[in-house]
């Protein structure tokens, strides 16, 4: 038996293999589970096994008889790593019924056979999936992909045939407008605006170019709302800062809240000072008339002795029309 060591196999060739095609590969990211998503998976194996230079593995044009006697095992080799690809992208419950299969080929015809279903159901249900898909909480990008999803499996199943006329140049125009349609009537009600400007411009753009000046728009309001909600956290700050009272007691009133340089005994009362008349019940069964109540927050006091506070108060020239207001 002639070996894989003793043949010299070009790069190009189907039968080549790379230190990195393992059994343990996982060429996509999708795992087929059944009819719902038989086309998209089968769209990415093909496109991975293009790029390992295997499609014939599971088309049949690379069988193993078609080649000389002294490929045989190398073929063999190259059989079971395409077969162990299509395993590990292959739900559990399909798995059991390909496991004992001893040719990609015949795995990948089963498995086409039994989940390509080209018929109006599937149709009705693409139909129906695009024309009900709306944004919801989702990202406008998120959005977009899943409907672009749904129109290339669309396009798989029912391809659009063009020959080169004016009448067939429409009729492929016509569904790119339809499509541009569909993706802004999924919008959010917060894009009307921009969904209005669109559809009244003269010449229609493609959908992507659509998709392009939405995401431009949602980047823009999300930078909006950001500088919006940072601004009232500044501010916030700031008032803070300048509301900050001083905890500490005045050295020459002994009153908390004002600093002795700030002390009105000392500097004497503003000019336009309101002092608070008020009667303040001891709960002792008598009143206090007279009683004055001083700000805390500009260094001020407040005592309920009538007796001692007015005594207390020392008066500028300017601060005289207050002495007669607080007689009356």
């Not at 503003?270 to 008349?277: G, L, Q, R, S, Y």
Request: proline share 4%; glycine share 6%; charged share 20%.
């Amino acid at each position: 038996m002639v070996t894989s060591s003793d043949l010299v196999i070009d790069f190009n060739h189907p039968l080549y293999l790379h230190p990195s095609d393992t059994p343990s590969t996982l060429l996509v990211s999708h795992q087929l589970l059944g009819v719902e998503n038989y086309n998209v998976w089968s769209r990415t194996m093909r496109i991975a096994l293009l790029a390992k230079n295997k499609p014939g593995f599971v088309d049949g044009t690379c069988s193993k008889d078609s080649l000389p006697d002294k490929m045989g095992y190398q073929w063999e080799r190259c059989n079971a790593i395409v077969l162990s690809w299509i395993l590990n992208t292959v739900s559990k419950e399909l798995s059991v019924g390909i496991v004992f299969a001893s040719s990609a080929a015949a795995v990948w015809s089963d498995l086409n056979e039994r989940f390509h279903k080209i018929d109006g159901s599937r149709i009705y249900f693409l139909h129906r999936e695009i024309t009900s898909h709306l944004q919801g909480t989702a990202s406008i990008s998120v959005y977009f992909s899943k409907l672009r999803l749904l129109w290339d499996e669309y396009d798989a199943l029912v391809p659009s045939s063009s020959c080169g006329c004016v009448q067939s140049r429409q009729n492929v125009e016509r569904p790119l407008q339809q499509r541009l349609f569909q993706f802004l009537m999924g919008l959010n009600e917060t894009y009307n605006t921009v969904r209005s400007q669109i559809v009244l411009l003269n010449s229609l753009p493609f959908v992507n170019h659509a998709y392009s000046m939405l995401v431009q728009e949602e980047s823009q309001r999300q930078h909006s709302s950001c500088d919006v909600g940072t601004e009232p956290t500044s501010f916030h700050s700031a008032h803070m800062v300048q509301k900050k009272r001083f905890n500490g007691t005045c050295d020459h009133c002994k009153i908390r809240e004002h600093k002795r340089e700030n002390c009105y005994k000392l500097i004497g009362y503003p000019v336009d000072f309101k002092f608070t008349k008020k009667k303040v019940n001891t709960g002792s069964g008598f009143t206090v008339n007279n009683a004055f109540t001083v700000d805390s927050a500009s260094g001020n006091e407040s005592s309920s002795n009538a007796s001692s506070c007015p005594q207390a108060l020392v008066f500028t020239p300017a601060q005289r029309p207050i002495d007669g207001i607080m007689g009356s």
